[in-house]
């Protein structure tokens, strides 16, 4: 069984300034792992994923993350947040090989002000 | 347009009234799950399905149906709501063998409010 921690419920931020959401997790098995956005009053979009290869991944609308195996981590960062980024964040992962289950974690609420 | 739609949006509904929600994609996937999201909780999965007449219980199946009759559409079924089950469901789609993504599209959700 795989679990998600994402330590900070929210996350107050200014605009402009850099920003990073906390993701660690359980494993006894490869994982695969994702951050979803969620606007509000919207569904999920996929804002990136890590499969394998470069842990360093970039994703849509200027994010990036970074696999750290022995930290179990994965982070999700951006240099310089904008008024639009306030959503919830989820991060989630999904056992190698399989499409069936993914977990998530409890949510970032990522709230951007002037 | 690839896409994942659910119906209705939005629902209200009093204790022991049988609904069923649907849910159709048009991407040809395999794969098809049903979450609820409940606030601190994040997302948990109800049932999910692996192709037609395929399904399995996720984390939290108690109290919800699904049935896979054909690749496009996984109904959610409550046969007996009641008001723990007062929440915001999405469904969602993915299939392995676009390469290898193993991406999950989503619905836009149904919020189910149980009196």
């Known amino acids: 069984a795989q679990s998600v921690t994402q330590l900070d419920s929210q996350v107050p931020v200014f605009e402009e300034a850099p920003v990073e959401l906390r993701c660690n997790y359980s494993s006894s098995v490869s994982v695969y792992l994702f951050w979803y956005v969620q606007y509000p009053n919207q569904g999920l979009q996929l804002l990136l994923k890590?499969?394998?290869?470069?842990?360093l991944v970039k994703g849509i609308n200027g994010f990036e993350a970074e696999f750290n195996k022995s930290q179990t981590s994965f982070h999700l960062r951006k240099p310089s947040v904008h008024i639009s980024d306030t959503a919830e964040y989820f991060c989630a992962v999904l056992r190698t090989g399989t499409a069936s289950k993914l977990t998530f974690g409890t949510g970032t609420r990522l709230q951007v002000t002037l | 347009e690839a896409q994942v739609t659910q119906n209705p949006r939005y629902l209200i509904t009093v204790t022991g009234k049988k609904l069923t929600v649907t849910c159709s994609q048009n991407m040809n996937h395999e794969y098809m799950s049903w979450y609820r999201q409940d606030p601190g909780l994040g997302l948990r999965q109800i049932y999910y399905s692996m192709n037609v007449e395929v399904t399995d219980k996720g984390d939290v199946p108690e109290g919800y149906k699904v049935s896979r009759k054909e690749k496009r559409n996984f109904p959610l079924i409550l046969e007996s709501p009641s008001p723990n089950q007062t929440s915001l469901y999405f469904c969602?789609?993915?299939?392995?063998?676009?390469?290898?993504?193993?991406?999950?599209?989503f619905g836009p959700g149904t919020r189910l409010t149980v009196t």
């Open positions: 890590y499969l394998s290869g470069s842990t």
């Open positions: 969602a789609s993915s299939s392995p063998r676009e390469g290898g993504s193993y991406e999950q599209y």
